[in-house]
């Protein structure tokens, strides 16, 4: 019951962090921001215990931890570049976090795989193909950065394709939205000005949270 109020409350505090990112209240809007993965942080922490748990909760506080690295991001490059490790680590610890839930021994529908694994290298590809001659010194960090989000896409469809339905479909989408958001980062700051960068950049990331969050607790609920 707590866990579901908490997620509850997520939902309602991310929207009205939303709606004053709109009306462009940075000074309020970063007070708020380090409540948003904090809350999803009380949910998980408060939920049943299961095998995963702990995976989950070091995946978020890496996330909390780079999002209070990059509200400092405009005071210089380095505070962007731990910013990315942070979340560099908490893609990683996705990573294991799905692999971990790999578990039913049963085939996969192999088309859709690798359709799957196709798209994700094509957009790998683009991806570099685009923001490569404009990274500079950042280009080994970046380039790392989008090997290790497509890794963690990958497993992901990798467990939409055995786990139960319809907490595969959260996890999926959680993953997808998150590779969109971070995305939406680099080209807004590597390519060119995106308008409404910081709306669109937070919207794909909160819902990306709390996709994979519901996700893996549905995934683990006792039955």
């Given at each position: ?15 009205l ?12 809007a ?16 408060l ?10 909760l ?28 942070a979340?560099?680590i908490?893609h990683l610890?996705?990573?294991f ?20 694994v ?16 404009s990274?500079?010194?950042l ?47 680099a ?7 995106i308008m ?10 909160i ?17």
């Amino acid at each position: 019951m707590k866990t579901n109020t908490l997620l509850k409350s997520y939902l309602a505090f991310s929207a009205l962090y939303l709606a004053i990112l709109l009306l462009e209240l940075e000074t309020i809007a970063g007070f708020m921001k380090p409540v948003l993965i904090l809350l999803l942080i009380a949910a998980v922490y408060l939920s049943a215990s299961f095998t995963s748990k702990k995976l989950l909760l070091i995946a978020l506080l890496c996330s909390w931890i780079g999002d209070i690295i990059l509200l400092f991001a405009d005071r210089g490059e380095l505070y962007f570049i731990f910013g990315l490790v942070a979340f560099l680590i908490s893609h990683l610890v996705y990573i294991f976090l799905f692999n971990k839930q790999l578990k039913p021994k049963k085939d996969h529908n192999r088309a859709i795989y690798w359709s799957g694994v196709t798209a994700i290298i094509a957009y790998l590809m683009i991806f570099l193909s685009i923001l490569l001659p404009s990274l500079g010194e950042l280009t080994i960090p970046v380039f790392v950065y989008a090997l290790v989000i497509s890794t963690m896409l990958l497993f992901a469809l990798k467990g939409f394709l055995i786990w139960q339905k319809p907490a595969s479909w959260y996890v999926l989408l959680g993953a997808i939205v998150f590779v969109s958001s971070d995305s939406i980062l680099a080209f807004d700051k590597f390519y060119s000005p995106i308008m409404y960068n910081s709306f669109f950049i937070m919207v794909t990331y909160i819902l990306a949270q709390y996709l994979i969050v519901v996700g893996i607790l549905k995934l683990n609920q006792k039955k």
